[in-house]
């Protein structure tokens, strides 16, 4: 039978391997916390998602807005994820929700990756890293692009609209 001391080293090990898991990717600007998808709905709809866009999610987590822009909205979507948990959990939920045909993912950071094709670009990240993107969204997007971000708005670009009761911020590349 674990005396106390050893359940309180448990539980002290569990939770900190929670934390680690859930937050390590704050190093690189943005911890894990999924969009609920009353807000994904509302993020597609608000930047006006259709059967043409090629839509990129950045920090793409379980794979939510990328199954959704599929199904719902007939896009292509590319997820681009660091964490190798997420990713594989996304890309099984990818499979499972039968849409792997318009859905890519790819492993690593986003800030090295090339996402010029892009027509729509989706974000759930923090403010700072929002600012350190916009040279990056600046030099790879083409005029008419848009990008929708979730709670953070993009510090010094003038939005386009919004839903400032759900924190949902539009902006078009021009």
Do not use: H
């Amino acid at each position: 039978m674990y005396q106390l001391t050893e359940i309180l080293i448990i539980l002290a090990v569990v939770f900190v391997g929670y934390v680690i898991w859930k937050y390590w990717t704050l190093t690189i600007g943005a911890g894990y916390d999924p969009t609920p998808q009353k807000m994904v709905d509302k993020m597609l709809d608000l930047a006006e998602v259709g059967e043409g866009d090629v839509l990129y999610d950045l920090g793409s987590g379980d794979g939510r807005i990328l199954i959704a822009a599929a199904k719902r909205y007939n896009a292509q979507a590319v997820g681009i994820e660091v964490d190798p948990f997420r990713y594989v959990f996304s890309w099984c939920a990818v499979r499972l929700a039968s849409c792997g045909d318009r859905v890519k993912l790819r492993f690593g950071n986003f800030f090295a990756k090339d996402i010029r094709d892009a027509t729509v670009v989706t974000l759930f990240l923090f403010g700072p890293t929002n600012k350190r993107l916009r040279k990056k969204f600046e030099e790879e997007l083409k005029s008419g692009t848009r990008v929708v971000s979730y709670m953070w708005p993009i510090e010094d670009w003038e939005c386009e609209d919004a839903l400032p009761d759900e924190q949902i911020y539009l902006y078009r590349i021009t």
